[in-house]
């Protein structure tokens, strides 16, 4: 058998290429190491029948309408608007920081946009040009909020401190001065109603695309004929580490399950303490919709081993990626798209839309 293309990863930017590729009338191959479709927004019914993300929590969220109309051919959707909740010293506080999070935690009683714009004004360290992201936030909101928010996270998060990652990290964070308490403010911001799987289920299910999961695309590559291949796995394994090895962060994932209808406050709560070794802690429930008397959870524990999941943004990951990205340009017949072949911090919505571009 000939193919057109070889898709490597079953993710969102292998399943979205296939699915485009394959309704020009491409014949596609998408090999997938896993034993599921989806990458990291793979979903399933756990033990307990509550539907679940094996990966942590995924919300859909877009500013993009050409990727909301193009997802929306394979799934419909559930109105969702993300809530976190930052536990600080046993109590909750809504973050991003807003002024209910200032108002509680100084006992101040801002009632006003302007009253808390000059609070920050007040605390704020004046950065002439921000390198990193702990001036990212220290600019905004001055030296405690970023002690008591963010510090001790991100150092659970990613294995380094705040000021050795790039202001784009904690960029994502917004600051606010109103009582908006949802976590994202995209036009669009909903979950797939059935869930993900579901939803990359109707992408891939086309006559041009064959699918091979629990395969290394190592073990077949020389095996199978194909005109172009498109990689989404992590860039540096793609050629055998010779620059070395591109810092990936990884997950692991403890379950729990709670013969309640709900358990936490929130979608997720932030562990931004020290006293804490995980991260946060998410009720799926929240996010899907699903009607049950009982409950499951994630907790997530922070780790360099294991599958990659974020890539690690600063300079000097970056310049490593920069070898292997001109090293990946010289090969005409692949292209290296995602979250992990890009060594980009993408959102779901932003990979889509890239692909959308290229096809
Ligand atoms: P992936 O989903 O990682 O897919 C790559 C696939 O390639 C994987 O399935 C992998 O098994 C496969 N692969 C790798 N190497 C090989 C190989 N050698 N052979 C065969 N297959 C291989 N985004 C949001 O928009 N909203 C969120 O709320 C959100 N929350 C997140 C929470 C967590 C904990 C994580 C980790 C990510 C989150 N994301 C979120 C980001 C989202 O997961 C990514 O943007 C998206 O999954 C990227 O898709 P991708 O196809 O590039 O990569
Ligand atoms: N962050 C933090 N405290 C919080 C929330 C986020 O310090 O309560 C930091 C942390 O470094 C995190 C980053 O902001 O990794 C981005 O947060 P986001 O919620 O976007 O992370 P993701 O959902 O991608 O894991």
Same mark, same amino acid.
């Given at each position: ?272 303490? !020290?006293?804490?070794?995980?991260? #946060?802690?998410? &009720? *799926? $429930? @929240? ?9 499951? +959870? ?34 005409? !017949?692949?292209?290296?798209?995602? #979250?992990?072949? &890009? *060594? $980009? @911090? ?9 692909? +959308?571009?290229?096809?």
């Amino acid at each position: 058998m000939k193919y057109d293309y070889l898709i490597v990863g079953a993710g969102f930017a292998g399943a979205v290429a296939a699915e485009r590729l394959a309704s020009k009338g491409n014949k596609v191959l998408v090999v997938e190491k896993r034993s599921h479709i989806g990458g990291n927004a793979y979903d399933e019914y756990d033990e307990h029948g509550i539907l679940v993300h094996r990966y942590g929590p995924h919300i859909f969220h877009t500013n993009s309408k050409d990727v909301f109309d193009y997802l929306s051919q394979f799934t419909e959707w559930r109105f969702y608007e993300h809530r976190v909740l930052a536990q600080l010293n046993g109590e909750l506080y809504p973050i991003p920081i807003n002024r209910t999070t200032i108002n509680k935690l100084y006992g101040k009683n801002f009632r006003t946009d302007e009253e808390v714009r000059r609070f920050f004004n007040s605390v704020r360290k004046n950065i002439n040009t921000v390198t990193n992201s702990e001036e990212k936030i220290v600019s905004q909101i001055g030296e405690d909020l970023f002690e008591k928010f963010f510090k001790r996270y991100t150092k659970k998060q990613w294995g380094i401190e705040a000021n050795q990652l790039s202001p784009s990290v904690l960029g994502r964070i917004p600051v606010r001065t109103n009582t908006d308490d949802r976590y994202f403010t995209d036009k669009y911001q909903f979950m797939p109603k059935e869930g993900y799987t579901k939803m990359f289920e109707r992408m891939l299910n086309q006559k041009n695309i064959e699918i091979m999961l629990n395969t290394d695309y190592k073990t077949i590559v020389n095996d199978v004929i194909f005109d172009k291949m498109i990689y989404t796995g992590p860039i540096d394994s793609f050629f055998d580490y010779k620059f070395g090895k591109l810092p990936y962060r990884s997950i692991r994932f403890e379950w729990e399950h709670f013969d309640e209808e709900f358990h936490l406050k929130a979608t997720s709560h932030n562990f931004v303490g !020290n006293e804490i070794e995980f991260t #946060r802690k998410t &009720e *799926y $429930k @929240y996010m899907t919709g699903q009607k049950s008397g009982t409950t499951t +959870l994630s907790t997530e524990y922070p780790t360099s081993k294991g599958d990659p999941y974020y890539p690690i943004p600063n300079d000097e990951n970056y310049s490593l990626y920069q070898k292997y990205k001109i090293e990946s340009q010289k090969l005409k !017949n692949v292209e290296f798209i995602g #979250r992990l072949a &890009e *060594y $980009k @911090y993408y959102n779901m919505d932003q990979v889509v839309g890239k692909v +959308l571009l290229l096809w």
